[in-house]
């Protein structure tokens, strides 16, 4: 065998120039053509990794066969979609997705493990969607690991309080069963120090938050009498709850505007400002927008009004860009994200009388504006990227030794 001269300089034989090839990383999500929350965390990381730890990646797909991917990926990094086709139990009648999931699910299991096989990871990390259900049986010498990017109560809720007992027991059920392939995995990745406690039945959980996703090359003035919020137009995000703050704020004030930014059906919120008799000049709902940044630094107080998230990554790329926030305290990011009253303003969840009167407070206190946002722009550095892989790595090298 010839050896590599780069062999020769550093090690002296092929089997300890062979230890050292680079970690061998799967990803197993479903798609990575929308522009959520959940697809630009795995390709900031996973970018990171490839380019700057050198780790051989590969990132697995079930969904979007055609679809170009949203976020750039690196092209160090490997895209194998599986074109799988779950996306259509969205158009199945209720008898017919059935057969059509054990179906589907069974040709993912089958493809899965295929390419497990023949890629030969060393560690596996599941996005905890369908696979999760049969990932530990598949013996391609992987370590597993998961990652949970919402809060224990709503993964999968099926909101069984006024269930009938055929539900209770079926959430019982597959609650039960998540439980066992949860402890089978070697890691479980959670967000947040709450969400970690709160898995009080595994002994193999870790907190890691997610990366900061802005570099901002500029900060907020806080000039600009602007709120904003990012933020899905869906139950969960409170969009509801904020018009209804602001409802009342803009009967205080009446030259500042609140201007939210998202996706989803805007139809209901645009009733609801009718509703509440909102002046449509003080605030504005428009679409998702393809330049955050900006957003953020032509405004000067951040609002999020979620009743619950996995994280919060609005809050640090708001901070990051040296906006002050006004934050319900939901469960349960934004108090593991947040210092109250140095650099935000947390809020009883759910009142929307107190977010009303804190951004109040804010939009009439231009110091202490400035004070929180110079606070945040401290405080947010934990999130940066590098910090955050360098968390990363101490779990991959606890699994794996011989990549230390």
């Not at 996703?213 to 900060?219: D, E, M, Y």
Request: charged share 25%; with cysteine; net charge neutral.
């Amino acid at each position: 065998m010839i050896i590599p001269n780069f062999c020769r300089t550093f090690v002296p034989s092929t089997k300890m120039c062979m230890d050292k090839r680079p970690l061998k990383i799967v990803y197993v999500t479903p798609a990575l053509y929308m522009a959520g929350g959940v697809e630009r965390v795995l390709t900031l990381k996973a970018n990171y990794f490839a380019e700057h730890f050198g780790y051989d990646i590969t990132i697995i797909l079930t969904e979007g066969k055609d679809k170009p991917l949203f976020y750039p990926l690196s092209d160090k990094i490997k895209v194998v979609n599986l074109d799988i086709g779950f996306e259509k139990l969205w158009t199945c009648s209720f008898a017919k997705k059935v057969f059509v999931y054990l179906s589907k699910q069974h040709r993912f299991k089958r493809l899965l493990t295929a390419e497990l096989m023949h890629l030969r990871p060393d560690i596996t990390i599941s996005l905890l969607r369908r696979e999760i259900n049969f990932l530990n049986d598949i013996k391609d010498g992987s370590r597993k690991i998961g990652e949970m990017h919402i809060n224990r109560a709503n993964y999968r809720n099926f909101n069984t309080e006024k269930a009938n007992l055929l539900k209770k027991l079926f959430a019982r059920f597959w609650f039960l069963n998540l439980l066992h392939h949860l402890q089978s995995l070697d890691k479980l990745v959670v967000l947040t120090d709450s969400d970690r406690e709160s898995w009080v039945e595994l002994n193999n959980v870790v907190t890691i938050p997610d990366p900061l996703s802005l570099s901002p090359t500029t900060i907020s003035p806080l000039t600009e009498k602007r709120v904003v919020a990012i933020a899905r137009y869906s139950h969960e995000k409170g969009i509801d709850l904020l018009l209804k703050a602001w409802s009342i704020v803009e009967k205080q004030i009446s030259d500042w505007r609140l201007d939210v930014y998202g996706d989803g059906d805007i139809t209901p919120y645009e009733q609801l400002i009718s509703e509440l008799k909102i002046n449509r000049k003080s605030c504005q709902l428009h679409g998702r927008t393809d330049d955050v940044e900006k957003e953020y630094c032509n405004s000067s107080v951040f609002v999020l009004s979620s009743r619950f998230e996995g994280f919060g990554m609005v809050l640090t790329e708001a901070m990051a860009c040296g906006l002050p926030v006004v934050s319900f305290d939901c469960p349960w990011g934004p108090r593991y994200i947040l210092s109250d009253d140095e650099d935000s303003i947390l809020v009883e969840n759910g009142r929307f009388d107190l977010l009303a009167s804190s951004m109040l407070k804010l939009m009439n206190e231009k110091t202490l504006r400035q004070s929180m946002a110079q606070a945040g722009l401290k405080n947010v550095k934990r999130f940066e990227i590098e910090n955050i892989a360098e968390q990363w790595r101490s779990v991959f090298e606890s699994l794996n030794p011989s990549a230390s």
